[in-house]
């Protein structure tokens, strides 16, 4: 499990450094359109969600503590699911990927299936990234433990 975790871990900040990379490229439209539909990014929504879930009227400052405390939470799950993969036999390069494809489709996607429309193409584009990123690093440390 903790091999898991630690992959888990790498990869997402792996994934940070790749968005943060496509960002930067991103136009200034897609930028603006997306502050709009999510003041702050989405780690400081998604923090807010949990705090009023809780009851709290969290600052931004503290939402994006909550929102990326819960990213790096998922991250170090997906790491665990690839390890466990990769023990059972599927090859670690394809755990990596596995696992970054469903985080992508069920997390970036499917959480977003009201408002899928209205994010531009290049948010969309930015999760298969990042989300590639993750599967990328996740299945190269995977291979590193699980060599045959």
């Not at 871990?9 to 991103?26: E, K, P, V």
């Not at 170090?76 to 699911?81: L, P, Q, R």
């Not at 209205?118 to 299945?139: C, I, K, N, Q, T």
Request: hydrophobic share 45%; proline share 3%.
């Amino acid at each position: 499990m903790w091999v898991g975790a630690l992959v888990g871990y790498t990869a997402s900040r792996t994934m940070d450094a790749a968005t943060t990379l496509f960002y930067a490229r991103q136009t200034d439209a897609s930028k603006r359109r997306e502050e709009e539909l999510a003041p702050g990014g989405t780690l400081v929504q998604f923090g807010k969600q949990v705090g009023a879930a809780l009851g709290r009227d969290l600052s931004d400052a503290q939402a994006a503590r909550v929102g990326l405390t819960a990213h790096r939470t998922f991250g170090v799950m997906y790491g665990i699911i690839a390890n466990a993969l990769a023990r059972r036999g599927r090859r670690p390069m394809h755990a990596g990927l596995a696992v970054g494809s469903a985080a992508w489709l069920v997390v970036d996607e499917g959480t977003a299936l009201p408002t899928f429309t209205s994010y531009p193409v290049e948010s969309h584009l930015r999760g298969v990234v990042g989300h590639g990123a993750f599967g990328l690093a996740a299945g190269a440390l995977l291979s590193l433990v699980h060599r045959a």
